[in-house]
Structures are given as C-alpha cells and as structure tokens.
C-alpha cells in the first residue's frame, strides 16, 4: 500500500478526431471527482475524424454536442478552484487536447498532470496493461470492467479511478 502526495485529483480521459495533436480535435471529455462526481462533455466537430476514431470512438458518442466555449467554461466550473491535479492513463494525448480546449495558462489543474502509466511502471506493473486489454488486472483487483465500454472517455476515466482506488489499497 502506498499513500499519495495528493487526494486532489480528478481522473479525465478525452477522446479525439486524431492522434495527431496538430490536427485531431476533442470529441469528448470525462471527468471524474475523488468524492465521485463527474461531468461528461461532447463537443461539436467539423474536422476529419480518423478510420480508427469513426470505427471506434464516434459510435459511442450520443450526439449532443456542446460548443468549445460552452465546454471550457462548464469545465472550469466542474474542476473548480483549488488546481487539483489531472490524472489520466495516457496523459501524452489527453493533455495536449485538453490544452486546445483550455490553454495551459487558463487551465483549472496544477500544472503537473500525473501520468498514470508512469504510476503502473513504478509499480512494477507493465504501463501498457491497461491498455492491451488484458483483463487480468482488473480480475486481479476485482473490478468487474464489463460495466465499463472501451474508448468511452467518463467509462475510461471512472475504470481509471476505480484502478486507481484498488492499486492503493493493495
């Protein structure tokens, strides 16, 4: 068992049009709250969305879209004060999108957003085990992932938590 620096986290996962930060766009956005509230947000698209994305991500969304301004402000008003620290599992590509939405220096986190895989890694574990789907984690842990779907960013970042949750307790 392990104690963290901070229970001021919020677990947010985001999907988006493309890997490529340069030209993708956040199709959505899930936030999670340590005290279990959460906000989920589509937003509005007129960019190329990718093979992967149209094949995997867009059948999960409902097609209620909130516009970029509209999201960043219930954003901030969800997070709040206080800069707690975004977490994310693969914070290289959520980061970067949210930071189109929200510029860094606007941004409600703290400035430091935790990288859960680099949390796997110094636990011993493979970073990537969350993401091969390898069910034998979340067996191990107990965690029943079927209520969770795959690629659906509030589902993503509330198994992160859930993860999270049981990796400090162990």
Known sequence: ?????????????????????????????????????????ELENKEKVDDWQKENILPS??????????????????????????????????????YKLIPQEESPFHWLPIDFASVLFALGLDPEIMAKGNKALY????IDYTKYQTHHALDDAKLLKEVYLKLLRR
């Open 61 to 98: 969304l409902t097609g209620k879209k909130a516009r970029t301004g509209q999201a960043a402000k219930m954003i901030k008003e969800f997070i709040g004060p206080g800069k707690p620290y975004a977490i994310s599992y693969v914070h290289q590509f959520d980061m970067p999108f949210f």
């Open 1 to 41: 068992m392990f104690k963290p620096f901070s229970d001021n986290l919020i677990f947010f996962d985001t999907e988006f049009s493309s890997l490529d930060p340069n030209r993708g766009v956040l199709l959505s956005i899930g936030l999670v709250k340590m005290n279990n509230e959460e906000l989920y947000l």
């Open 139 to 142: 067996k191990e842990l107990k």
